[in-house]
């Protein structure tokens, strides 16, 4: 009897060690396995590896919830981790190497934008950093450990499913609650003017569901039509007459890829001058600094807060709204002339496909687009199409416009495009500057001394035709060159090289308005520094020409406001302020904020006469 007794206690003790070892394995492999994850994706994102506690949390509750997620589908714990590894290690290294060529990181909407990413990629020269190394060394131990770590698979088939179906729901739970709710502040994430600065705090995976929350837009708080319209009744629209000898002026946009003067971030010397033309530019011309919301990248943005008058201020930061929210026919400086008799028409020297344009255009009020495939005799500098022959297909539809025919045409150049590691023999670098420190500057303002000779020439040209002609130039960001270079420009006036007003150097290009007939220039002499979104209003004010009352909301804007981008604002004192601090100027940033969310998505309740010309103007 006690043998008996003994014989099946052995069998138990022999089973419980049997499954413990089961457990072991499994518990061993879903510990180990996500800190690896955790570990090279923060390795991808050159991101810190111990932080604020919450926000390593939320890494590893996503990295988890990922797990669990296909673990639902599959049912098999291995293949789960497989594909979670897998997929977190191609997300890491495409955001690597996105950072890498543009300065920002990879965010969810990127997948729209990935024709544009093919067509400049072969301009990209792929360089291998130790944290690369690195995150692949852990990525290949994932794997190995995912090889050799061997264990059964939960033989209970119904307990399986009601696993697989309690974790399915715990992890929908979570989901509704971290978009639809408040719930992500408990995690306290950081909210970073640098994109690449919030990514090292926060962590790519957190950072990357963080982003995605931003492509649902929620109605502002306080948001009221009637308030609106009680807002819109106080707006007042000097409307503009002329007389019969007044000629409306063509005017020609161009917004210039990466065009800026890096020295506005900090002195450096060069062996020869790089922008001499623009800087000689006086008489019947217009210019400042032009503060932007994009950096290094998303030359959409920009176009879209110069031709619409919006800010990325109120939208989710790094969105693109090209690609996602110009749905149906917006306003636009397009439409605006349009309605005052102007042919409207777009030119870019690159694909028409790249983020929508071609579908963009003509919801914004462009009659017309031209792309590389239209424009005539481009010639290239580098993998891109040159300023000058852009600008002699400007030149050309001037020369071939109707009689009489008052044109708007806004321009997008190639010509300075990143990245600026370009090594054909066909271009040579001209510019040097800091002894040849830096060889992306270098390269970069040879570039832009290109584009100054090449804007001489659009000058002259419009200098000697008698019709009046406003041409309006700016640029869509500065660009991305050596990040030790812009440290050690800001660290020559700034103690923190990340406070805001050091930060916000690196978002300044200039700009220029500028005219072949007499301006009353001196009448803006005051207006050194303006935001994109402001410049519309300004181009129209300088043309004469009649504005909406959303411009007239703008104008008186600006004079207490005078920069507002999507990383935050300045008052007319100069202090620069972030969104969520409460200030004198809060009721106008709110008023400002309604009037563009009726402007752009409420689409029921949409305040028309705000955004078209007054009805006594027409």
């Given at each position: ?6 014989k099946?206690?052995n069998f ?20 180990v ?18 932080f604020?506690h919450?926000r ?15 673990y ?5 714990i ?16 495409i ?7 543009r ?22 020269k ?6 690369l190394?690195i995150?692949?060394l ?5 794997i190995?450990?995912?090889?050799i ?9 119904k ?16 989901i ?10 408990w ?41 609106l319209?009680?807002?819109a ?14 000629e409306?002026p063509?005017?020609i ?13 900090g ?9 001499s ?7 019947n ?7 932007m ?9 920009s176009?879209?807060e110069?031709?619409?008058?919006n ?17 149906r026919?917006?306003y636009s ?50 993998e ?8 002699k ?8 416009k ?7 045409n806004?321009?997008?150049?190639m ?13 040579v ?12 500057l ?6 832009i ?6 804007l ?10 008698e019709?009046h ?19 050690e420009?800001?660290?020559?006036n ?14 300044i ?11 009353d220039a ?18 129209l ?71 078209q ?6």
């Open positions: 009897m006690k043998e008996n007794i003994k099946v206690f138990i003790k022999d089973k419980i060690k049997s499954i413990d070892i089961q457990i072991y394995k499994k518990m061993f492999i879903l510990v396995i996500p800190i690896l994850i955790y570990l090279y994706t923060q390795m991808f994102c050159d991101g810190k590896l111990v604020e919450r390593v949390l939320l890494n590893f509750l996503f990295i988890y919830f990922i797990i669990g997620f296909f639902s589908i599959t049912g098999k291995k293949v789960s981790l497989y594909i979670t590894t897998i997929a977190t290690c191609l997300v890491g290294i955001n690597h190497f996105i950072t890498a060529f300065g920002t990181p990879l965010v969810p909407w990127d997948i729209f934008s990935l024709n544009v990413a093919l067509t400049v990629l072969p301009t990209f792929f360089t291998v950093t130790k944290k190394i995150g692949l852990l990525f290949a131990l994932s190995f450990l995912l090889i770590v061997k264990f059964d698979s939960f033989k209970n088939k307990f399986k499913v009601i696993y697989r179906i309690i974790v399915l729901i715990f992890i929908i739970i979570f509704i609650c971290f978009y639809l709710t408040n719930m992500i502040k995690f306290d994430l950081d909210e970073n003017w640098d994109p690449k600065e919030e990514y090292h705090n926060n962590g790519l995976v957190a950072s990357l569901f963080k982003q995605s929350r931003n492509l649902i837009i929620h109605k502002p708080d306080g948001y009221d039509v009637n308030s319209s009680k807002l009744e106080t707006i007042e629209v000097p409307i503009v007459e002329h007389d019969d000898d007044f409306y063509n005017i946009a161009i917004m210039n890829e990466s065009f800026a003067d890096l020295k506005v971030v002195n450096f010397k060069t062996n020869t001058k790089y922008l033309y623009f800087n000689s530019l006086k008489g011309v217009i210019k400042g600094n032009l503060h919301s994009a950096f290094g990248a998303t030359t959409p943005n176009e879209w110069f031709l619409t008058s800010s990325m201020a109120f939208i989710p930061k790094r969105a693109i709204p090209y690609q996602q929210y110009i749905l026919k917006s400086l397009a439409s605006i002339l349009k309605e005052q008799g102007y042919s409207t028409s777009a030119f870019h020297c690159y694909y028409p496909q790249g983020y929508n344009r071609n579908i963009t255009y003509p919801r914004l009020g462009f009659e017309s687009f031209s792309s590389m495939y239209e424009l005539k005799n481009l010639s290239r500098i580098r891109y199409p040159d300023d000058l022959s852009t600008y297909n400007i030149v050309s539809l001037y020369e071939n109707k009689e009489g025919e008052k044109i708007f806004f321009t997008l150049t010509q300075n495009h990143g990245s600026y590691t370009y090594d054909g023999e066909d271009f670098t001209t510019v040097t500057a800091m002894d040849g420190k830096y060889p992306k270098d390269q970069y303002l040879s570039l001394k290109i584009a100054d000779e090449s001489k020439y659009l000058i002259d040209y419009f200098s000697n035709q019709e002609t406003i041409i309006v130039m700016f640029g869509d960001h500065q660009p991305y060159v050596e990040d030790e270079f812009y440290d420009m800001l660290s020559q700034y103690e923190d090289i990340s406070s805001k007003e050091a930060v916000e150097r690196k978002y290009t200039p700009f220029m308005i500028w005219a072949n007939y007499d301006i001196k009448k803006y002499k005051n207006i050194s520094d303006l935001s994109v979104n402001y410049l519309t209003s300004l181009v004010d300088v043309a004469n020409l009649q504005k909406t009352p959303y411009l007239e909301f703008l104008d008186k804007l600006r004079e207490e406001i005078p920069i507002i981008t999507g990383n935050g604002y300045m008052d007319k004192t100069g202090i620069y302020h972030d969104f969520y601090e409460e200030t004198d100027y809060t009721d106008l940033i709110e008023d400002y904020h309604y009037l563009q969310f009726n402007n752009m998505f409420d689409n029921k309740n949409k305040l028309t006469s705000l955004f010309l007054p009805v006594e103007a027409k």
